[in-house]
């Protein structure tokens, strides 16, 4: 296990190393370059540009830049924004963890409705609920996320006034219920997408256990209908499923780009949309060199999480 | 090259033409039954006669304005009422179509024959043109592809072509590693191994021998690749960063439309029920053909 899980580490660095490569390569590709922002502003003269240039390094080949910029980043310096003068860090930092919040809510809100979605499907096959869970699935994955927004934007909060369209509350002014009540239209619309493919997903890993031989042999010893259920059959059917959560988490944080968008909820999604609209390419890079580890991070949890939940799996 | 030719007299004489053609008329019989299957295609069928008929079929022209109806509702000249520039939202949304569905459908073609070449490469060769194939997948997809498209958007100006062209490029890889995954174990078989041993080509393997075998896996993939691509387009189009505003797609008729959910909420409805209803005919031949294919699969 422990050798795997070194292998599994060992086996991520190329990746961190061809991300960074690529984030850089993208930056230089940048029209004008990295100090375009400030040759386009027509106050300066040629001799306060090349300054500048010098100071961010401009001056300097390539390979050197690249290195002085990887030797940045490992310190966790992502550079300067070019609009709020301030270090991408600091920025990023700051809408963090207004995005766990909204990422969490929607996990929260995707998981509660898959599993009971996909368990009563499987528990009552071919019941009614299993046909309408199955046709209501078909169109969610067919709905485009940004559009399910709007109508719950259109429905909830302008025609039917329940909810507030857009923001995320003060929580001086209202407090914490506010804040809930700002949270439930994204988190839904963030978690909703994956409802639809995990609800399948239960679904078919619930079947494929109650099929198997021990749970007969679990009822036959006499256990009760209940725990037979929580602790043979669910138990067996939720562990490939964890590690389904655990790739698509990531892509929450990617999917807050449209939620926060639509719903101004001031996160790093938002930043995202503004950064594109500013064309501030720092904070993007930030954010696209932050989703991109993410991404391999969740992979490799994901990976040991389920060599380790189910030892059948060979380390190799 | 004489080696070639002999092997194909060879391979007709087993009589595979035939038995290839069954094999088409089986699926073809097997998705006839498919009733969901038959009502996504027939769908398509509408949408797309809607999509190439477009001038002949659209009450109005797709940039005709009338600027004393600014976002009205409907009425008996507009059936879906009219947008924020007093175009007729009904004629957009046939116009719209076309954009739509040639994005998605164009996408989806880039996506297929990239994907196949470097799965088929990377599958038939193994080894370590395999490994460096496999690790710039890994590379390819740590990147969420809409932020890659979303900044590329902001550097290079969209046009309907650049869309499909940067669609494609960034869907591959899922496609790339199915055609792989079945190579691998393909190219094991004792078919290819005869094959090889009257001198087949490498070109000649995998064409006439592996390719047909995964063709199944291709189709139904292209098909989910096309209804993904028309989501990600709308989803560009929506943010600003798709096709240009004044060009109607499904995607960016609704860029504006939550600003008028008052005066007119349909602004916000219509395009997205259109687009629905479209990925949803498009998966349900998607379903179709995999059981069609692989009645074992379900």
């Given amino acids: 296990m422990g050798r795997f899980i070194a292998r599994r580490l060992l086996g991520a660095i190329p990746l961190l190393v061809g991300i960074t490569i690529i984030s850089f390569m993208f930056m230089h590709l940048m029209p004008g370059g990295p100090d375009s922002l400030y040759a386009r502003s027509g106050r300066m003269n040629q001799e306060q540009l090349d300054a500048i240039r010098q100071n961010m390094g401009l001056d300097q080949p390539v390979v050197i830049q690249y290195a002085r910029w990887v030797g940045n980043l490992a310190r966790g310096d992502l550079g300067n924004s070019y609009v709020q003068f301030r270090p991408v860090r600091d920025i990023i930092l700051e809408r963090l963890p207004n995005t766990m919040l909204l990422v969490g809510a929607g996990l929260i809100i995707a998981v509660t409705f898959s599993l009971i979605f996909g368990i009563v499907a499987a528990i009552y096959q071919y019941s009614f609920f299993d046909h309408l869970f199955s046709f209501v699935s078909f169109f969610g994955m067919a709905m485009p996320v940004f559009w399910f927004g709007l109508m719950l934007q259109l429905l909830f909060a302008v025609q039917l006034g329940w909810l507030p369209t857009s923001g995320m509350g003060s929580m001086d002014d209202g407090g914490i219920i506010e804040r809930i009540r700002h949270l439930i239209l994204p988190a839904s619309v963030l978690g909703v997408g994956s409802i639809a493919f995990w609800s399948r997903y239960v679904r078919s890993s619930m079947l494929e256990v109650i099929r198997q031989d021990y749970m007969r042999t679990a009822r036959a010893k006499g256990l009760r209908e209940w725990s037979v259920f929580s602790r043979h059959a669910l138990k067996n059917a939720l562990i490939p499923f964890v590690t389904v959560i655990g790739i698509d988490i990531p892509l929450y944080f990617v999917g807050a780009v449209v939620t926060e968008t639509i719903f101004s909820w001031p996160g790093m999604g938002r930043l995202f949309y503004d950064s594109l609209n500013a064309r501030d390419y720092p904070v993007l890079m930030g954010l696209l060199i932050f989703s991109a580890v993410l991404i391999v991070i969740g992979n490799l949890i994901a990976d040991i999480a389920y060599a380790y939940l189910d030892p059948r799996i060979k380390y190799s | ?298």
């Fill in chain 2, 1 to 298: 090259m004489e080696n070639d030719q002999a092997h194909g007299k060879l391979e007709l004489n087993l009589a595979q033409r035939s038995q290839r053609r069954s094999h088409w008329s089986i699926a073809w019989s097997r998705f006839k039954r498919h009733r969901l299957a038959m009502v996504g295609l027939g769908m398509i069928s509408v949408f797309t006669f809607l999509a190439l008929f477009a001038p002949l079929i659209a009450p109005y022209g797709m940039d005709e304005q009338d600027l004393f109806k600014i976002a009205e509702g409907p009425s008996a000249e507009n059936w879906l009422g009219t947008d924020e520039l007093g175009r007729d939202v009904l004629s957009r949304l046939i116009y719209g179509g076309r954009i739509s569905l040639a994005v998605g459908l164009g996408a989806a073609l880039i996506t297929t024959v990239v994907g196949v070449v470097v799965g088929t490469t990377a599958g038939y060769f193994g080894g370590w043109v395999d490994s460096i194939l496999m690790r710039f997948i890994d590379l390819v997809l740590a990147f969420p592809a809409i932020f890659m498209l979303l900044i590329l958007f902001s550097i290079v100006s969209a046009s309907v072509w650049n869309v499909i062209l940067f669609l494609g490029l960034f869907s591959w890889m899922w496609l790339a590693r199915v055609v792989r995954g079945e190579l691998l174990s393909l190219k094991e078989r004792e078919f290819v191994e005869a094959a090889r041993s009257i001198g087949a080509s490498n070109v000649r393997i995998v064409s006439q021998h592996l390719l047909p075998n995964v063709v199944a896996a291709i189709i139904v993939s292209a098909t989910l690749a096309m209804a993904f691509n028309m989501i990600a387009e709308a989803t560009l189009s929506f943010l600003g960063f798709g096709v240009p505003p004044s060009v109607p797609t499904w995607g960016n008729m609704l860029t504006g439309a939550s600003s008028f959910y008052l005066r007119a909420p349909l602004l916000a409805v219509m395009p997205g029920v259109v687009l629905v209803l479209a990925i949803l005919a498009i998966n349900f031949i998607g379903d179709g053909l995999r059981d069609a294919f692989d009645p074992q699969s379900r």
